[in-house]
């Protein structure tokens, strides 16, 4: 069986939501969880019609031993990202759990998961692109030199003694130290990836068009609707947009940190407002300024909280 899952924080459950009920609609065969790096009472859960949907994993289930140090020095976008891990080898642990798909929350699906991607390979990553952009775009080229060339927005793991290594390897490195910090090469768990293919043999680099379709891969990929059904670049079908950057209060610009416009890219102005509109009807609006259970009570939020994670972990002065 196929679990597919995402994670998010309680603001985020629109997000989520939005994302299972468009997987839900390609791939009925998938089992669908919410996880959540958060904490709800039992009884806010069972009085609210959004989180009836789809079963919900809170982060403290797991009995995970690094759960104190995580949710008392994060801030909500590292205790998502670094849970990940932690959630997929909580699901393979379950003998009725064959292999997991993980999406971010901020996805939506247009279209089936390409066979090469369900049935192929324990360990499938998504590039952030394969051909090279203009040289007036190598910002592109430089934004994944230093933040990771696989994006950990997507991934594919499978029961077998290889994934078991790739997460043991992979939760040692990023769980405790999803750092964000370019100068000294920590991007999270996302810049771990680039040694995944030298690592593990069992590893399928999904190079398919139509997945993970995002504002860093658009000079690559065109977008383009025939007969009902989104395609990318007129030949492969649309499976899933990543709408990282986008903006509900800005709904019909791509992305904040697009080097395109809405203007120059209006082949994406369907996908944009069907998003938009999935989340209003999740009551985006609602959720959206919920504070984390968990980073509301820690110190987070101030700028001397990363200098004191790092000083951990690097003797140079920061």
């Known amino acids: 069986m196929t679990l597919f ?6 603001n985020y459950l629109p997000f989520a939501v939005s994302l299972l009920d468009s ?10 969880c919410i996880c959540l790096a958060d904490y709800l009472s039992d009884d806010e859960i069972t009085t609210n019609n959004l989180m009836q949907k789809y079963p919900i994993l809170q982060l403290h289930e797991l009995g995970i031993e690094e759960f104190d140090f995580i949710t008392q020095n994060y801030n909500p976008m590292q205790l998502a990202n670094c849970s990940k891990v932690l959630f997929a080898r909580h699901f393979l642990n379950q ?17 089936k998961l390409p066979d090469t991607t369900v049935n192929s390979s324990a360990i499938v990553i ?7 952009p203009n040289i007036d775009m190598k910002r592109q080229e430089l934004e994944v030199l230093n933040a990771g060339l696989y994006n950990g927005g997507f991934f594919k793991l499978n029961k077998s003694p290889e994934t078991d290594s790739y997460i043991d390897w992979l939760r040692e490195r990023s769980v405790k130290e999803c750092i964000y910090d370019f100068k000294r090469g920590f991007y999270g768990e996302q810049l771990w990836l680039n040694l995944v293919p030298l690592y593990f043999k069992n590893v399928f680099i999904e190079t398919n068009a139509g997945l993970n379709v995002a504002y860093w891969n658009l000079h690559e990929r ?3 609707e025939k007969d009902g059904t989104f395609l990318v670049n007129e030949t ?8 990282s950057g986008w903006d509900y209060n800005n709904p019909i610009e ?3 940190w697009s080097l395109f416009t809405a203007e120059v890219r209006p082949d994406l102005k369907q996908i944009l407002a069907q998003y938009h509109t999935a989340l209003k009807q999740n009551e985006y ?3 959206i300024n919920r504070q984390n259970y968990y980073t509301s009570k820690n110190n987070t939020q101030k700028k001397s909280f990363f200098k004191n994670l790092k000083s951990k972990f690097f003797k140079s002065k920061i």
């Open 95 to 111: 003998k009725h759990i064959d292999q997991v798909i993980f999406c971010d929350s901020d996805t939506y699906f247009f279209g």
């Open 236 to 243: 492969t079908p649309l499976c899933f947009y990543h709408y």
């Open 254 to 256: 791509i992305s904040k």
């Open 126 to 132: 998504s590039p952030h692109f394969t051909h090279p």
């Open 285 to 287: 609006e609602f959720y």
């Open 23 to 32: 997987a839900k609609q390609y791939h009925p065969e998938f089992e669908f």
């Open 222 to 224: 065109q977008i383009s």
């Open 5 to 10: 899952f995402t994670v998010v924080t309680t």
